[in-house]
């Protein structure tokens, strides 16, 4: 059988973000397990114009609906701004609709409280676009896991979380791909 595809979501575009290091090592595990094609998949690689302000022909627009097309799953690397998502993220899910639909999704989020209450922003969105998001959620400190906020340094627990998660993501992707 083929592999899964699944696309690692850097949220944040932001200049001096911490978010590719959280990415790859999500992708280092996930190539460790070698049960499905993991890749990142950067946000600000897309120069997406904020949504409805284009003229809907940015090159970066069809690649990005072309990108998710043609992935399985998702895991979301997730920083909480403001109490939620980045403003990126969230313009880029509304930039794309049925490349969404019927696929699984992992989070993982950080922040000063795990960045749980942005993860739960998410789901919120991730239920309208037919993603369907599992239970285990790694929740990663500023405190605890980023030496003086900057560099990551993750406590040994949530490496059995993330491969929880990614158990999770995997099966439902699977299981959602006969549906699409
Ligand atoms: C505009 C802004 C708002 C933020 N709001 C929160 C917040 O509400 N809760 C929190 O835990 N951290 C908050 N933070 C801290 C971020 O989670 C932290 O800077 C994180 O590193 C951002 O992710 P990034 O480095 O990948 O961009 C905020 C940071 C910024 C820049």
């Known amino acids: 059988m083929e592999k899964l595809n699944i696309g690692i979501i850097l949220g944040s575009t932001r200049q001096g973000r911490l978010s590719p290091q959280v990415g790859n090592w999500v992708k280092e595990i996930g190539d460790q397990r070698g049960d499905a094609n993991y890749e990142i998949v950067d946000i600000a690689d897309y120069n997406l114009p904020f949504y409805g302000e284009g003229t809907g022909n940015e090159p970066g627009l ?3 609906s072309e990108k998710l097309s043609r992935l399985d799953g998702f895991v979301f690397i997730v920083q909480e701004y403001n109490h939620s998502i980045t403003g990126a993220l969230k313009n880029a899910l509304d930039s ?10 992992g989070i993982v989020s950080y922040g000063s409280t795990g960045g749980a209450r942005a993860a739960e922003h998410l789901r919120g969105i991730l239920g309208e676009l037919l993603v369907a998001d599992v239970r285990v959620h790694p929740t990663l400190s500023l ?6 906020f900057r560099t990551f340094k993750p406590a040994e627990l949530h490496l059995q979380n993330v491969n929880a998660m990614l158990d999770q993501t995997i099966a439902w992707s699977g299981a959602l791909k006969t549906l699409r």
Do not use: P
């Open 62 to 64: 069809a690649a990005w």
């Open 96 to 105: 794309a609709r049925d490349e969404w639909n019927n696929k699984a999704a």
């Open 143 to 148: 405190y605890a896991d980023f030496e003086n």
